[in-house]
C-alpha cells in the first residue's frame, strides 16, 4: 500500500507542476494532435474528483462512525485519489480549452476555479493530519473546497451547456421565427444577429452601456450613447460605428474575447440601415437589388462562410498524373479536396489531358478552357464532373449545340461562353440548369435584345452581355507613330511615320507651321529632307476626332568632319566630352542638359575650329542646340560662320541672328540653319554669342542667357 | 519507512530532494514537448505552411496592380474638398497640419495656400461616389470600385514611399509584392513567370521606376518581377536563332542542365538550381508568348473599349490590354507603372494628359475582365505611393498651382476579386488632410491584399539573416471592411 501511495504522491507532484508549467506558457503552447483524445476525455473524468469529494465530505461527517485507523487510511486513500483525478481532469481540460470556440468569459474562470480545485486538493494530500487535529481549520477548508468545486463545476456547465442551462425552463420562450419571405426582415435575420452578438450584455438582468436589447422597443429607445442607428444614414449610426471600430479599441463591439460579428453578418447589418432599417418591412418586399435582402439569404443559406465538400481528397500522385505544364490542376487552397484545373497555350492543347482528368472527376469544381480549341464534342467529357461548380469556355470553338449535355452537373453556377458562336437557342439548353446563376455571353451573336428576353425567362441567372460599342460616342483618335529611331539622319534616310489603325490621314508640315485636319500634304510615302527639319503631324479618320500632334527635329549629315577644335573653353559645369562632341553624330537628351553629349556656354562666345581631311562642298551648316527657357537655355543671339581652305585663309561667311521665343515654349532640341555661298570648303570656324538678358516676359529677366550645344552638321 | 513520506515533508533527505527534483524536472521536460522552441525565441506560431498553395480559399487568384507612379492628387482624383475652393488662398490652418513634416521643396515657403481642384466632380453610380470630371469612365463603373480614401505611409519623398508600398518597407532589397505572392502561391501558368512588370510614361513630371520596386530581395531570384520591353517584342531574345532549331534547342538545353547540376553539387549554391528552372522557363515561354501578342482573337472593338493607343506598345493602355491577356493566362501579380504624376507645379495642365492616358483603359480592364467572368478572381488595384497636398507648392494663381507630397491621406481604388464594390472607404477631415475615419496604412493593405489572395500574411515568412520576414514585416492588420 505504501508504494502505491508513493507512486501517487510522485504522479502528483509530476502533474501539478506540468498544470502550472503550462499555464505559464499557455500563450505558447502548442497542442499535437495526438493529445487530443485525452482533451475530450475531460467531460467525462471530471465526475470522478466530483464523487471521490462526495465520499469525502460523507467520511468526515460519519468519523465517529469509522474506526480510527480505517479512518486514516481511508481519508488518505480518498483525500489522494480526489487530487489525483483532480488534476488529471485539470490537465485534460486545458488540452480541451486549446481547441478553442468556447466564451472566453467562462472559459477563463472554469480554468482558474478548476486550477484552484487541483492545487487544493493536493495541498490537503500535505496537510490533511495537521488538519485532522483541528476540526475548525478541517471545518473550513471542507467548506472552501466544496465550493470550489462547485464554482469550478458550475462554470465549466454554463461553457457546454450554456448560461442558465438549468433554470431554462422557467424562462420564457420567445418565438424566434425561421427565416421565411413574409416575416420582417428584422426578425427574420437581424434579431438573430443581435441575440447571438449582443444579447449577453445588453439583456434585462445585464444592461451594459444602459442599453437594453431584450425587445424592438428597448433596442430603439438606445442606450447610454443616444439611437442605435439612424435609417439610412450608415456613417452615423453608432452601432455601425461601433462594430467597425478596430477590434483592439476599447469601445469595438462586440468586445474583444466576445464572440465577433462575421464580415457577412456586418455586411448585412450595413445594408439593412442603408435600406432603411424598417423594423416591419417583410423580406419579400424588398426590392430584387437589395443588398439587404441577398445578404439575408446567403447568410440563412450558409451558416459558415468558407465552403466544405464532402468528397475526399486525390491522392499526391493522381494530381502529378494529371498535371502537364500545359494542364495545371492545384488543390484551391491549402487542405481543400476541391480542385481547379486551367488549360494554358493553345498550340499545345491535348484532348488527353482533358481526359485523363476524369481521374479527380470527384474533385474538380472549377475549370478553365479559355481559348482552347474545344470543340462541341468535349462537352461530353465535360459532362462527367458531377461537381463541378464553375466553366469557363471563352474564345473556344464550341458552337453550343452540345450545351444540354452539362444538364448532369448539378452544381454548375458559372459558365464563361463570351467570344464563342453560341446562340440565343442554345444558350437557352444551358439556362435550365438548376444551381446555374450568371453565364457570360460577350463577344457573341447575342445582342441586346436577346438577352433582356433571356433575362425575363431566366431571372436567376445573370447573363452578362459585356461592352458594347457606343456608336454616339466618338474618340480621339492616337496621334501618328514615328518609326525613325535615330534623329540625324544620313544621306539616304528618309523620315517614316505610321499608324495603328487602318484608313488614318496623317497630315504634316515641314515649315513649323502647327498642322490640322484642313492641312494639305498627307503622308503618303516616307519623307526625305535636306537639311534641319522640324516636322509635325497629326491623324484624322472618319468617326473619330482627330489626333493631338507629333513634334520632332531631324538633323540631316551629308558630310562627316575629321577634327574639331574649342578655341574658347566652355563653362567649367558642362565640359561634356570636348570639343569631339560637335562631330561625334550622338544626340544629347533633351530632359537632361548635364549630359555630357551637351556643351554649355553663358557670358563667352562659343568659338569652334572644324576641319575636313579633303574639301568638300557646302552649302549648309546647322547648329544644333538646346531650348530650356525655364533653365535660362535660350536660343543664340547670334551665329557666324567662317569658312576657307585653311585656317590662315577664313572668311566671313553668314551671319544670322536666330530668332527669340516671345513666350514660354516646351523644351526643345533645335537646329539653326546657316546658309553659305555654295562652295568648296576644308576648314569652318563658328562664332556664337549666348543670349546676353533673358528677355523681358521670362521671370528671371535680365539674367545671362545659356547656349547649350550638342552637334554642327555639314550640308 | 511507514508514513515516512508524509510526516517528514518539510525536512526531506538529500535522496528524496534529488528524486523529488528530478520527478519534477522530468515533468516540466514533459511539458516542454508542447511549446515548441521555448528555447529559441517565438517563432513557433510561423509553422511554415506549404508554399505554393493559398493558405484557405482565396477570393482573388490574380492581382493587376496600376500602380500610378508620381502620386496622383486625391482632390483632383476622388477625394472632393469644396471647402478648399471656398478657402482658397488662405493659409493652411496649423491646427490642421499638426506639425506635418515638409518636403525639402517646401520647407522654405512662409505660407501654404489652400487651394481646391480646378475640375469639377460630380457624383456618381449608386455608390453615389464623387468622380473628377477628368475620369469620366471610371465615373461610368464607379459601383465597381472600392473606393479607399484613407491610405497613408511613413515616407513624405518618392523613393522611399514607393519602397515601401511597392515592397513593405522604406529600405531597399525586401522582396516586392509581387515577389512574396510567388514565393506563396507559385506560379498558375508553368509557361510565364508568375510576376511581370510593365512599364509606361506619361505626359506629366515623372518621377523614376527601378528594378528594387520588383525585386525578389532574399527569396529566390525565380520570383523576380520580369520587365516586358515595350517595343514590338515584349520580351526579348525568345526567338530561336537563326539555324537553331527546336529540337537542337532541346538537347542543349538537358545538356547545360546535367552541367549546372553537376555544378550544383559542388558549390550548393540554390542560384544554380534557380538558374536551370530558369532556362526551362524561357524555352516554354517561347511557345506562350507569341499568343500573348496575338490580337486575331479580340473583337475589333477592343480598340474603342481600351482605347486608341492600346495598340501603340509601350503605352499605358497597351500595357493594361497586355496585363489582362497575362493575367487570364495565369500571371499570378501584374504589376504596371505609369509615370508622370509629380505635378508640383502646373497641375491643371499636367494632370488632364495623365488622365487621358489612364481614364479610359483603366475602367476598360474592370468591364472587360467581367464580362469574361474573371473579375471575381482578379484584384486590379488603382493608386500611388502618397497623396498631395491640400495646399499650393510655389506661386499661387487659381488656374494654375502644384502640390507637394502628402503622406497622410490618400486614395486608391481596388476592384474585382473579392472586395466590396461600390463602396468609398474611410473618411478625410473637410480639409482633405486628416484621416477621420477607417485609415488603412501600407501595412494593412499588404495584408488585405495577401488576405484577398488566401494567405494570412503572418505565416508567409521567409528566415533571412537570422530572423523570419513578412511582407508587413511585424505590423499589419486586416481591413475587414473592404472585403466583400
Known amino acids: 500500500?505504501?508504494?502505491?501511495?508513493?507512486?501517487?504522491?510522485?504522479?502528483?507532484?509530476?502533474?501539478?507542476?506540468?498544470?502550472?508549467?503550462?499555464?505559464?506558457?499557455?500563450?505558447?503552447?502548442?497542442?499535437?494532435?495526438?493529445?487530443?483524445?485525452?482533451?475530450?476525455?475531460?467531460?467525462?473524468?471530471?465526475?470522478?474528483?466530483?464523487?471521490?469529494?462526495?465520499v469525502l465530505v460523507l467520511l468526515l461527517l460519519f468519523k465517529k462512525e469509522v474506526e480510527t485507523k480505517s479512518y486514516a487510511f481511508l481519508l488518505k486513500l480518498i483525500l489522494i485519489i480526489t487530487a489525483l483525478s483532480s488534476c488529471i481532469a485539470a490537465l485534460m481540460g486545458f488540452f480541451l480549452s486549446r481547441e478553442g470556440g468556447y466564451d472566453a468569459n467562462l472559459l477563463q474562470w472554469h480554468k482558474w476555479t478548476g486550477v484552484g480545485v487541483s492545487l487544493f486538493t493536493y495541498a490537503l494530500t500535505w496537510f490533511h493530519e495537521e488538519l485532522a487535529q483541528k476540526t475548525k481549520m478541517l471545518q473550513l477548508a471542507s467548506v472552501g473546497g466544496l465550493i470550489l468545486f462547485i464554482l469550478a463545476g458550475h462554470f465549466g456547465a454554463a461553457i457546454t451547456h450554456g448560461e442558465n442551462y438549468v433554470f431554462e425552463a422557467f424562462e420564457k420562450k420567445k418565438d424566434i421565427q425561421g427565416f421565411s419571405q413574409d416575416s420582417s426582415m428584422y426578425q427574420a435575420a437581424i434579431q438573430p444577429i443581435l441575440?447571438?452578438?449582443?444579447?449577453?450584455?445588453?439583456?434585462?438582468?445585464?444592461?451594459?452601456?444602459?442599453?437594453?436589447?431584450?425587445?424592438?422597443?428597448?433596442?430603439?429607445?438606445?442606450?447610454?450613447?443616444?439611437?442605435?442607428?439612424?435609417?439610412?444614414?450608415?456613417?452615423?449610426?453608432?452601432?455601425?460605428?461601433?462594430?467597425?471600430?478596430?477590434?483592439?479599441?476599447?469601445?469595438?463591439?462586440?468586445?474583444?474575447?466576445?464572440?465577433?460579428?462575421?464580415?457577412?453578418?456586418?455586411?448585412?447589418?450595413?445594408?439593412?440601415?442603408?435600406?432603411?432599417?424598417?423594423?416591419?418591412?417583410?423580406?419579400?418586399?424588398?426590392?430584387?437589388?437589395?443588398?439587404?435582402?441577398?445578404?439575408?439569404?446567403?447568410?440563412?443559406?450558409?451558416k459558415s462562410t468558407?465552403?466544405?465538400?464532402?468528397?475526399a481528397e486525390a491522392s499526391e500522385s493522381t494530381l502529378a498524373e494529371v498535371n502537364t505544364p500545359f494542364c495545371v490542376v492545384a488543390p484551391l487552397a491549402n487542405g481543400s479536396p476541391a480542385l481547379e484545373a486551367e488549360f494554358f497555350v493553345s498550340r499545345k492543347f491535348d484532348r488527353k489531358s482533358l481526359e485523363n482528368l476524369s481521374k479527380v472527376k470527384e474533385q474538380l469544381v472549377e475549370l478553365s478552357l479559355a481559348k482552347m480549341p474545344v470543340k462541341d464534342e468535349d462537352i461530353a467529357l465535360i459532362a462527367k464532373f458531377p461537381n463541378l461548380e464553375k466553366l469557363n469556355l471563352n474564345q473556344t470553338d464550341i458552337t453550343g449545340n452540345?450545351?444540354?449535355?452539362?444538364?448532369?452537373?448539378?452544381?454548375?453556377?458559372?459558365?464563361?461562353?463570351?467570344?464563342?458562336?453560341?446562340?440565343?437557342?442554345?444558350?437557352?439548353?444551358?439556362?435550365?440548369?438548376?444551381?446555374?446563376?450568371?453565364?457570360?455571353?460577350?463577344?457573341?451573336?447575342?445582342?441586346?435584345?436577346a438577352i433582356q428576353a433571356l433575362s425575363k425567362q431566366f431571372p436567376r441567372v445573370t447573363i452578362n452581355g459585356g461592352y458594347r460599342e457606343d456608336p454616339n460616342e466618338i474618340l480621339k483618335l492616337n496621334p501618328p507613330i514615328l518609326v525613325n529611331e535615330e534623329f540625324i539622319l544620313k544621306k539616304n534616310t528618309a523620315i517614316e511615320l505610321k499608324h495603328t489603325l487602318k484608313n488614318v490621314q496623317i497630315h504634316y508640315t515641314l515649315d513649323g507651321q502647327n498642322p490640322d485636319s484642313t492641312t494639305q500634304t498627307i503622308y503618303d510615302k516616307p519623307l526625305v529632307v535636306d537639311n534641319y527639319t522640324r516636322i509635325k503631324a497629326m491623324a484624322t479618320k472618319d468617326g473619330w476626332?482627330?489626333?493631338?500632334?507629333?513634334?520632332?527635329?531631324?538633323?540631316?549629315?551629308?558630310?562627316?568632319?575629321?577634327?574639331?577644335?574649342?578655341?574658347?573653353?566652355?563653362?567649367?559645369?558642362?565640359?561634356?566630352?570636348?570639343?569631339?562632341?560637335?562631330?561625334?553624330?550622338?544626340?544629347?537628351?533633351?530632359?537632361n542638359h548635364q549630359d555630357a553629349a551637351w556643351l554649355g556656354y553663358q557670358n563667352k562666345d562659343f568659338v569652334s575650329l572644324i576641319e575636313f581631311k579633303k574639301p568638300v562642298p557646302l552649302t549648309t551648316i546647322t547648329i544644333s542646340y538646346l531650348q530650356k527657357i525655364g533653365s535660362h537655355i535660350m536660343p543664340p543671339a547670334e551665329v557666324e560662320v567662317w569658312g576657307g581652305n585653311s585656317e590662315a585663309d577664313l572668311k566671313k561667311l553668314q551671319k544670322v541672328m536666330p530668332e527669340q521665343p516671345e513666350k514660354m515654349q516646351d523644351n526643345a532640341n533645335l537646329g539653326i540653319n546657316v546658309s553659305i555661298k555654295q562652295g568648296s570648303y576644308k576648314v569652318i570656324k563658328l562664332i556664337v554669342k549666348p543670349l546676353p538678358k533673358l528677355p523681358k516676359w521670362h521671370s528671371d529677366k535680365g539674367k545671362p542667357g545659356w547656349f547649350f550645344i550638342d552637334e554642327v552638321l555639314f550640308n | 519507512?511507514?508514513?515516512?513520506?508524509?510526516?517528514?515533508?518539510?525536512?526531506?533527505?538529500?535522496?528524496?530532494?534529488?528524486?523529488?527534483?528530478?520527478?519534477?524536472?522530468?515533468?516540466?521536460?514533459?511539458?516542454?514537448?508542447?511549446?515548441?522552441?521555448?528555447?529559441?525565441?517565438?517563432?513557433?506560431?510561423?509553422?511554415?505552411?506549404?508554399?505554393?498553395?493559398?493558405?484557405?480559399?482565396?477570393?482573388?487568384?490574380?492581382?493587376?496592380?496600376?500602380?500610378?507612379?508620381?502620386?496622383?492628387?486625391?482632390?483632383?482624383?476622388?477625394?472632393?474638398?469644396?471647402?478648399?475652393?471656398?478657402?482658397?488662398?488662405?493659409?493652411?490652418?496649423?491646427?490642421?497640419?499638426?506639425?506635418?513634416?515638409?518636403?525639402?521643396?517646401?520647407?522654405?515657403?512662409?505660407?501654404?495656400?489652400?487651394?481646391?481642384?480646378?475640375?469639377?466632380?460630380?457624383?456618381?453610380?449608386?455608390?453615389?461616389?464623387?468622380?473628377?470630371?477628368?475620369?469620366?469612365?471610371?465615373?461610368?463603373?464607379?459601383?465597381?470600385?472600392?473606393?479607399?480614401?484613407?491610405?497613408?505611409?511613413?515616407?513624405?519623398?518618392?523613393?522611399?514611399?514607393?519602397?515601401?508600398?511597392?515592397?513593405?518597407?522604406?529600405?531597399g532589397n525586401r522582396p516586392s509584392m509581387g515577389a512574396w505572392m510567388s514565393y506563396g502561391l507559385g506560379s498558375e501558368n508553368k509557361n510565364l513567370p508568375a510576376f511581370c512588370v510593365l512599364l509606361s510614361r506619361g505626359r506629366g513630371n515623372g518621377q523614376g521606376v527601378y528594378s528594387k520596386l520588383w525585386t525578389n530581395g532574399f527569396l529566390d531570384s525565380t520570383h523576380q518581377g520580369v520587365v516586358f520591353s515595350s517595343g514590338e517584342d515584349p520580351i526579348l531574345y525568345l526567338k530561336d536563332t537563326d539555324g537553331i532549331d527546336k529540337d537542337s534547342r532541346r538537347r542543349m538545353l538537358d545538356k547545360l542542365a546535367e552541367l549546372n547540376h553537376l555544378g550544383f553539387e559542388t558549390n550548393g549554391d540554390p542560384e544554380v538550381q534557380a538558374k536551370v528552372q530558369q532556362y526551362e522557363m524561357a524555352y516554354r515561354m517561347q511557345t506562350a508568348v507569341p499568343e500573348l501578342t496575338d490580337l486575331s482573337k479580340e473583337p475589333d472593338h477592343i480598340v474603342k473599349m481600351y482605347g486608341p493607343e492600346c495598340l501603340v506598345p509601350g503605352t499605358y493602355a497597351a500595357n493594361v490590354l497586355l496585363a489582362r491577356k497575362l493575367s487570364e493566362s495565369g500571371v499570378r501579380f501584374v504589376q504596371?507603372?505609369?509615370?508622370?504624376?509629380?505635378?508640383?507645379?502646373?497641375?491643371?495642365?499636367?494632370?488632364?494628359?495623365?488622365?487621358?492616358?489612364?481614364?479610359?483603359?483603366?475602367?476598360?480592364?474592370?468591364?472587360?475582365?467581367?464580362?469574361?467572368?474573371?473579375?471575381?478572381?482578379?484584384?486590379?488595384?488603382?493608386?500611388?505611393?502618397?497623396?498631395?497636398?491640400?495646399?499650393?507648392?510655389?506661386?499661387?494663381?487659381?488656374?494654375?498651382?502644384?502640390?507637394?507630397?502628402?503622406?497622410?491621406?490618400?486614395?486608391?481604388?481596388?476592384?474585382?476579386?473579392?472586395?466590396?464594390p461600390g463602396i468609398v472607404y474611410g473618411e478625410t477631415d473637410e480639409f482633405g488632410y486628416n484621416i477621420i475615419k477607417d485609415p488603412v496604412h501600407i501595412n494593412d493593405f499588404h495584408a488585405t491584399v495577401m488576405h484577398l489572395m488566401g494567405l494570412?500574411?503572418?505565416?508567409?515568412?521567409?528566415?533571412?539573416?537570422?530572423?523570419?520576414?513578412?511582407?508587413?514585416?511585424?505590423?499589419?492588420?486586416?481591413?475587414?471592411?473592404?472585403?466583400?
Open chain 1, 1 to 54: 500500500m505504501n508504494r502505491f501511495f508513493k507512486v501517487c504522491s510522485y504522479l502528483l507532484l509530476v502533474f501539478n507542476i506540468l498544470l502550472v508549467f503550462l499555464l505559464i506558457f499557455e500563450a505558447k503552447v502548442r497542442i499535437p494532435v495526438w493529445v487530443s483524445p485525452f482533451g475530450r476525455l475531460h467531460p467525462m473524468l471530471l465526475h470522478l474528483p466530483i464523487g471521490f469529494a462526495v
Open chain 1, 195 to 302: 441575440e447571438k452578438k449582443c444579447f449577453s450584455c445588453h439583456n434585462d438582468q445585464k444592461v451594459k452601456g444602459e442599453l437594453n436589447m431584450s425587445s424592438i422597443q428597448k433596442i430603439l429607445k438606445g442606450g447610454k450613447h443616444g439611437a442605435l442607428w439612424k435609417a439610412g444614414d450608415t456613417l452615423n449610426s453608432l452601432l455601425l460605428q461601433r462594430v467597425y471600430l478596430p477590434l483592439e479599441q476599447k469601445e469595438h463591439m462586440p468586445p474583444k474575447g466576445k464572440e465577433q460579428l462575421t464580415v457577412e453578418e456586418v455586411a448585412l447589418l450595413t445594408a439593412w440601415i442603408k435600406e432603411g432599417a424598417d423594423m416591419k418591412k417583410t423580406v419579400k418586399d424588398y426590392v430584387p437589388l437589395s443588398k439587404a435582402k441577398a445578404l439575408a439569404f446567403k447568410i440563412a443559406g450558409s
Open chain 1, 306 to 311: 468558407e465552403k466544405t465538400y464532402s468528397f
Open chain 1, 402 to 449: 452540345t450545351l444540354d449535355q452539362l444538364a448532369q452537373c448539378k452544381l454548375l453556377n458559372s459558365v464563361a461562353l463570351s467570344g464563342t458562336k453560341i446562340s440565343k437557342d442554345k444558350l437557352q439548353k444551358l439556362l435550365i440548369l438548376p444551381a446555374l446563376t450568371e453565364v457570360f455571353v460577350w463577344n457573341t451573336s447575342l445582342d441586346s435584345v
Open chain 1, 545 to 591: 476626332r482627330a489626333s493631338g500632334r507629333i513634334d520632332y527635329t531631324f538633323f540631316k549629315s551629308s558630310f562627316s568632319a575629321d577634327t574639331a577644335i574649342l578655341l574658347s573653353e566652355p563653362n567649367p559645369r558642362y565640359t561634356g566630352k570636348g570639343a569631339k562632341n560637335l562631330i561625334d553624330l550622338k544626340k544629347g537628351p533633351i530632359d
Open chain 2, 1 to 171: 519507512m511507514e508514513n515516512e513520506f508524509f510526516k517528514n515533508r518539510l525536512n526531506i533527505t538529500r535522496r528524496h530532494f534529488l528524486s523529488k527534483s528530478a520527478v519534477g524536472l522530468g515533468s516540466m521536460a514533459l511539458g516542454s514537448l508542447l511549446v515548441p522552441n521555448l528555447f529559441t525565441g517565438g517563432e513557433e506560431s510561423l509553422a511554415q505552411l506549404p508554399l505554393g498553395l493559398p493558405h484557405f480559399a482565396p477570393k482573388a487568384k490574380r492581382v493587376i496592380y496600376l500602380f500610378q507612379n508620381g502620386a496622383p492628387s486625391q482632390l483632383e482624383t476622388f477625394d472632393y474638398k469644396p471647402l478648399l475652393n471656398k478657402m482658397a488662398g488662405e493659409d493652411l490652418p496649423e491646427s490642421i497640419r499638426g506639425g506635418q513634416r515638409l518636403t525639402g521643396m517646401t520647407a522654405s515657403q512662409t505660407k501654404f495656400p489652400l487651394i481646391g481642384s480646378y475640375f469639377d466632380f460630380k457624383q456618381y453610380g449608386q455608390s453615389g461616389a464623387w468622380v473628377s470630371d477628368m475620369f469620366p469612365n471610371m465615373a461610368k463603373i464607379v459601383d465597381e470600385l472600392c473606393i479607399i480614401k484613407t491610405m497613408n505611409t511613413e515616407a513624405i519623398n518618392h523613393d522611399p514611399a514607393l519602397t515601401f508600398i511597392q515592397t513593405g518597407a522604406q529600405v
Open chain 2, 336 to 420: 504596371l507603372y505609369h509615370q508622370g504624376w509629380d505635378q508640383h507645379g502646373n497641375l491643371p495642365n499636367e494632370m488632364p494628359l495623365q488622365a487621358e492616358d489612364v481614364d479610359r483603359s483603366s475602367a476598360a480592364l474592370i468591364m472587360d475582365l467581367k464580362q469574361r467572368g474573371l473579375l471575381d478572381e482578379t484584384l486590379v488595384i488603382w493608386g500611388g505611393e502618397f497623396g498631395r497636398t491640400n495646399y499650393c507648392q510655389g506661386t499661387f494663381t487659381k488656374d494654375n498651382y502644384g502640390r507637394d507630397h502628402h503622406p497622410r491621406a490618400y486614395t486608391i481604388w481596388m476592384a474585382g476579386g473579392g472586395v466590396k
Open chain 2, 456 to 484: 494570412n500574411h503572418e505565416q508567409l515568412t521567409y528566415k533571412h539573416l537570422g530572423r523570419r520576414y513578412r511582407l508587413t514585416d511585424v505590423a499589419g492588420k486586416l481591413v475587414p471592411g473592404i472585403i466583400a
